[in-house]
């Protein structure tokens, strides 16, 4: 199992950013997928997840309206869009499923 997550950087304050996580080794379609981030000095924080078939999404109070995950099971991908960012978004955001994390993608939200 691999997951490698891209698209972090820095990002001014109300801007906008794309999260991806390419997975492979395992039956994507078959299983839900997983944002966490952690930001410095804090414990590991889930801010979403989807259902495998992308008929049902859950969110963290703290992204809910400005964060949406999707998925192309065709790709092998979950994405993150993150919209109307804050400083506190700034994290390093992991790709979790089943068990297996992602490397992790830095984001900084920064004027």
């Known amino acids: 199992v691999d997951l490698v997550e891209s698209g972090g950087g820095l990002v001014q304050p109300g801007g906008s950013l794309r999260l991806s996580c390419v997975a492979s080794?395992?039956?994507?379609?078959?299983?839900?997928m997983t944002w966490y981030r952690q930001a410095p000095g804090k414990g590991r924080e889930l801010i979403a997840s989807?259902?495998?078939?992308?008929?049902?999404?859950h969110y963290a109070d703290s992204v809910k309206g400005r964060f949406t995950i999707s998925r192309d099971n065709a790709a092998n991908t979950v994405y993150l869009q993150m919209d109307r960012v804050k400083p506190e978004d700034t994290a390093v955001y992991y790709c979790?499923?089943?068990?297996?994390w992602g490397r992790g993608t830095q984001v900084t939200v920064s004027s």
């Open positions: 080794g395992f039956a994507f379609s078959q299983y839900a």
């Open positions: 979790f499923t089943e068990g297996y």
């Open positions: 989807i259902t495998r078939a992308a008929d049902y999404a």
